[in-house]
Every structure is written in structure tokens, then in C-alpha cells.
């Protein structure tokens, strides 16, 4: 399983690593050269300071050096040498030479006036560097009138010991690379802090998910007053989805109510009326309408039956849709007919007002229908006897047809019942005793308009009059 913390650790750790790792390697190699540079800088400088010290005179080649001044030269364990030739000849060597009396320093063939840096094995078996010259040993202002110039020559070999220059290169590479991988450990430690800080907000999202009882109306997230910006929109939605689903369950638990509730009555009624007919099977009373009463008992379970799978069968996936152009205002008037053949005071009741003439649309017949059928059935049906049920075509400027159908109350109406009336087997309590109405046309309306994005809406202009309006797709 991938984890987010590990591979952010990784990405930003190994990116500054490399970047330090370059910059570390670089600044090594510039400080060992110039490290390196200063330390045959300073040989050269030793020995062109001692060749100063080499001068002709009368008597021939002089080398007027001192140990007092550079005592290095005589202490064997400094590891410092010089050996001087004058004309191919030994001519003066160091006092640390002295325990190799056997040893003689590199001597290599090279220009007049000339020099070269070698590495050497010195003669302590220690490493080191040389640096070799060949010159004319100089004459004293002094003498220049009386001793001619350039009558012999000198070579010049100083060697000193570099062991203590690479111990401390090694010394320097060693807190370098200390400095670098304690860099390193620092940045994933301060990272990894970062990390948890950033991912405790999550955490504790997480631990309040993992306790939360979606089944209890009153389990919810807590809301943070200080919320992180990349948190809060999770949060948000959660929120939202944890609402809309303790509302989903409620609507479920309520459903299972009222299904059980409308199934119960006639349920009842059979077993009573089967009970009085197994207690007095020769009462004329009871057996001479036995039969019918189950049979309309038994309908009744039908109709909800039937009306609860069309209510599930009014998915995308259930119902093939079948579109096809129609006239409207043809299409409605079949309904009617149609109604007619059950309440023989439809085509009374029911005032069609088309506001627009000879409109054809594409539309799903079988989903028109229904939908159609049911609010007018319903208008019908919690209306007063006899009053008008009006029913109106029209267009506004979204350019929608809209089918607005309007009709008288039998009784009030709050607006909470308002908002409940989409919602399957909700019945306003009076409604309860009826045999033919459920609370499922209206729902099932709802889920058609969904299916077919018609928009659906109710509403009331006044207290005695409730209008629903349904808006069909753009012409």
C-alpha cells in the first residue's frame, strides 16, 4: 500500500541530498586544490628563500645558512630536507640528513634556471613533496666589479613531508561529510515533523469517522472553527454526505412504516374476516359477500404492490425510454379521455388553457403519461366536488413549456406538508382511510421528472389553492 507521508519523506529528502551532495563535492574539490596550492606556494617560497642564501665570491660558492633561523631543517622528525649541488657536485646538505648519511635527495636533469615540483618518497620513508631548481648561484652587488657572473651552477632539491597537509584534508573531508549527512538527518526529521503536524488534522478526521454511528440522527462530524483549508472542503462534504445519508435512512425507516402501516389494514381484514367465516361458515351475512370482499381486499394489496414497483422500475436502468415527437395538446386530451373512463367528471372538471397553439415536442410517452395522469388524478381527487381544476400551458423566457395545474383544497395545507408530498406513501392523515390513494403517485411523478430532467415543482398562490408546475424541455 502506498503511503502519501513515505513518499513525500522520500521526494524531499533525496532532492536537497543531491543538491548538497553537489555542492559539498564541489566545495571539497576547490578547497583541497587550493589547500594543495597553498602548500607547494609555500615550499616554493622555502626554497626560493634559501637559494637567496647561495652566493659567489671571491673564494668561490658560499651558503650562508643558519639552523637558528630555520631549526626545522635540523630535526629529523619535522621531515624536512635539503640537498645542495653546486657544479654537478654535493655541496651542503641538511642537518636532518644526517641520520641517512646514505640517502641523497632527487636530483633530476633540468633547464638552467628552472625549477620543478615532484612527489617524492623521502628518505624517512614518509611522503612528501620536492621541489627542484637549477641556477646560477648570484653574485653580491658588492662583488659584481671584481667576480664574474655566471661561473657556476646550483641545484637546489627541498622536500618536506605532506602526511600532516592530507591528514588534515582527510580531517576536513571527514566534518564535510559529517556536516552533510547530519544535514541530511536534520531535513527528514524536520520534514517528517512537518508531515505529522500537516497530517494530524486527518487523523483525527479519520478517528472521528471511524466512531461515527451513521444509524443515530444526532452522530455527525464536529465542525473546527479553524479549520485548514485543504481539510475543511473534505469535511465539508462529508458533512453533506453524512446528512443526506441519515436523511436517506430516515426516508427508508419512514417508508418501511407506512408500507407495513397501508399493508397492515387489509392484512387485518383478511384475517378477521376469514376468522368470522371459519366461526360461522352457515351466516348468509358473512359467506354470501366472503368472496367479493377478498377479492377487493386483495386488489387493494394489489394496487399498492403494483404502484411500489413502478415507483423502483422508474430507473434509467429499468425503464427504456422511448421518445418520440407528439402534439401536446392531442396528447393531453387523450389523457383525459382516458381519466374520463374513471371519474366521469373529468372533462367537466378539468379547464385546459393552451397559450400555445399547434406545439409539438419529443418526449417519452409512457413517462407524459403517468406523470400526467397522476397529477390530475390527484387534483381531482383533493379538490372540492365540482370545483375546477385548471390546467395550463404556457412558455417563459427560458424558453421551457411549462404545464401548470392548479385546483381548490379540501383542507389546509402547512408548509411542512408541502415539502413532504413527493416523498413515497406520504398521506396527509385524512387520507389514511382512503382505499384507492397511497401516497405513491406523487412520488413516483418525481422520479420520472428526474429520469426525463423535467423540473417539478408546488406550491401554493394561497391558502386554499395548490398549483404544481411542470416544466418540459426547451423548444
Wanted: proline share 4%; with cysteine; charged share 25%.
Amino acid at each position: 500500500m502506498k503511503s502519501i507521508k513515505k513518499d513525500i519523506v522520500r521526494a524531499i529528502t533525496i532532492i536537497p541530498a543531491i543538491i548538497l551532495f553537489s555542492i559539498f563535492i564541489a566545495i571539497d574539490i576547490v578547497l583541497d586544490d587550493w589547500v594543495k596550492d597553498k602548500f607547494d606556494e609555500s615550499l616554493t617560497t622555502k626554497s626560493n628563500y634559501l637559494k637567496t642564501l647561495v652566493e659567489v665570491n671571491k673564494n668561490g660558492v658560499e651558503f650562508d645558512f643558519s639552523d637558528e633561523f630555520m631549526p626545522e631543517f635540523s630535526n629529523p622528525k619535522k621531515s624536512q630536507y635539503f640537498q645542495l649541488w653546486v657544479d654537478e657536485k654535493p655541496f651542503e646538505r641538511s642537518r636532518s640528513l644526517r641520520a641517512f648519511p646514505e640517502e641523497q635527495l632527487v636530483k633530476q636533469a633540468l633547464p638552467i634556471n628552472s625549477s620543478k615540483m615532484i612527489d617524492v618518497e623521502l628518505p624517512d620513508g614518509r611522503s612528501g613533496r620536492a621541489i627542484m631548481s637549477y641556477f646560477h648561484p648570484q653574485v653580491p652587488k658588492r662583488l659584481r666589479n671584481t667576480v664574474a657572473p655566471f661561473q657556476h651552477t646550483a641545484f637546489f632539491t627541498v622536500t618536506v613531508s605532506d602526511e600532516d597537509f592530507s591528514q588534515a584534508l582527510l580531517v576536513l573531508d571527514i566534518v564535510f561529510w559529517l556536516l552533510f549527512f547530519t544535514l541530511i538527518i536534520g531535513i527528514r526529521y524536520l520534514v517528517i515533523a512537518q508531515i505529522d503536524k500537516g497530517l494530524k488534522p486527518l487523523i483525527l478526521l479519520n478517528d472521528e469517522i471511524a466512531h461515527l454511528k451513521i444509524d443515530k440522527a444526532t452522530s455527525s462530524l464536529s465542525k473546527v472553527p479553524n479549520e485548514h483549508i485543504e481539510i475543511a472542503p473534505i469535511r465539508a462534504e462529508l458533512l453533506r454526505f453524512i446528512e443526506f445519508s441519515q436523511q436517506t435512512l430516515r426516508e427508508e425507516q419512514r417508508l418501511s412504516a407506512d408500507i407495513a402501516h397501508e399493508l397492515k389494514t387489509p392484512i387485518a381484514e383478511i384475517i378477521s374476516l376469514s376468522e368470522l367465516h371459519i366461526q360461522y361458515p352457515d351466516d348468509h351475512r358473512i359467506s354470501d359477500t366472503y368472496s367479493q370482499d377478498m377479492l377487493s381486499i386483495a386488489q387493494r394489496m394489489k394496487h399498492i404492490v403494483n404502484n411500489l414497483m413502478m415507483l423502483n422500475q422508474s430507473d434509467e436502468y429499468l425503464l427504456k425510454q422511448q421518445n418520440e415527437d407528439v402534439h401536446l395538446m392531442e396528447q393531453i386530451n387523450d389523457i383525459l379521455t382516458t381519466i374520463q373512463s374513471t371519474n366521469i367528471d373529468a372533462l367537466k372538471r378539468v379547464e385546459v388553457t393552451n397559450l400555445l397553439a399547434k406545439t409539438s415536442l419529443n418526449l417519452d410517452v409512457i413517462s407524459f403519461n403517468i406523470i400526467i395522469s397522476n397529477l390530475i388524478n390527484n387534483a381531482l381527487f383533493y379538490s372540492p366536488a365540482q370545483s375546477t381544476v385548471d390546467l395550463t400551458i404556457t412558455k417563459q423566457d427560458d424558453r421551457k413549456i411549462y404545464i401548470i395545474i392548479q385546483n381548490k383544497l379540501t383542507q389546509p395545507i402547512s408548509a411542512e406538508q408541502l415539502q413532504q408530498l413527493f416523498k413515497p406513501l406520504y398521506q396527509i392523515d385524512s387520507a389514511r382511510t382512503e382505499t384507492q390513494h397511497y401516497g405513491l403517485g406523487l412520488a413516483i411523478v418525481n422520479k420520472l421528472c428526474l429520469l426525463n430532467n423535467y423540473s417539478i415543482e408546488v406550491s401554493q398562490p394561497d391558502q386554499e389553492t395548490i398549483q404544481f408546475t411542470l416544466g418540459l424541455n426547451k423548444i
